[in-house]
């Protein structure tokens, strides 16, 4: 549980830090004299980091561990959320909002950051007696403190497995260290990856791209807030549905990769805000209205490809597993199908059998009905090593 909320709140912080320029925009927009250009760019600039990093980072918890990777993020990220309000030039505002890297990890605070950042804005400049155009730049260390201290709380109180940290484990010979060239390519030849992270892209991309977006488009076009809150609200259900349906198809992509596949997924969602931020939103090319038109128009072309995705043993959208039957597909045989013969004779694959045996409760009740017997590939059957 202690692993759970120390993750939700490293989300929470991140995406608090990423999208705290955007419910600022205005006033921030009227102090650096900002265009419709600078603005386009800068929300380009805080989600396209992610990008890569989501990529690095997917890699790096299957390498190190989560715990280390996720706290090195953080506080590698924070400073850029410190210097955000020394920008006096759009320039330097395009830098500033490039903290955006560690947007990969998290999407709770880019909603909540609507709330808090002018709430916290307000607060310094009636209290304080701040000029706006000051207090828009003290409010910004606030999220950069709160970046910086769930980063330590991960890092001191955080647990990369329940049965400890990947370095101990490792020492111990609990946990085999995996080949980075092996995870890379088991993860990347997986065409289910691809197709989560273009779906991907289009529903937590659009929900990225709307973070940077709507705060200025309500504040200049829309002046009811009850019809605001209502239709930000059916926007968010759907979009944190979609969200949530696209990752929970992710842990079965790949056991060994498990890793590299969230980091594609991920990525794609950040790869899908700068498309579409770039095409509807940048210039006055379209209008605000016209863009999120279009972007509903992608949002139904990409998510037609999730048809695409099977599974042998549980099947796809159109197609059944073969779950029973003389040519049946078991969870063992998808998942050990990332292991050879010496892996597998060196029980490094324990993990992935595991999670075979666990994951077999994912088929329909029809097919559980049916559930394949155990494979006789002494393959799989431990090493000595392992059943004493």
Known sequence: MRAFHLSWVSFFACFVSTFAAPPLLP???????????????????????????????????????????SASLVLITAPAVFFTPLATSSASFVVGTANGVAGGWGNLGGGATQLIMPLVFALIRDSMGSPKFTAWRIAFYVPGVFQMLTAFAVLIFGQDLPDGNFRRLQKTGDKSKDKISDVLFHGVTNYRGWILALTYGYCFGVELTVDNVIAEYFYDRVNSLGGSIVVMILFSFFCQAACGLTFGVVPFVSRRSLGLISGMTGGGGNVGAVITQLAFFKGSRYSKETGITYMGIMIICCTLPLCLINFPQWGGMFTSGRGGGSSSSSEEDYYMAEWNSEEKNRGLHQASLKFAENSRRERGRRSACNTAPATNDTSLSPPAEFAA
């Open 27 to 69: 006033i921030i927009r009227d102090n650096l004299n900002l265009t419709a250009t600078n603005i386009g760019n800068a929300g380009i600039a805080s989600v396209s980091g992610a990008v890569f990093a989501r990529i690095v980072m997917g890699t790096a918890c299957d390498m190190v561990g989560p715990r280390l990777a």
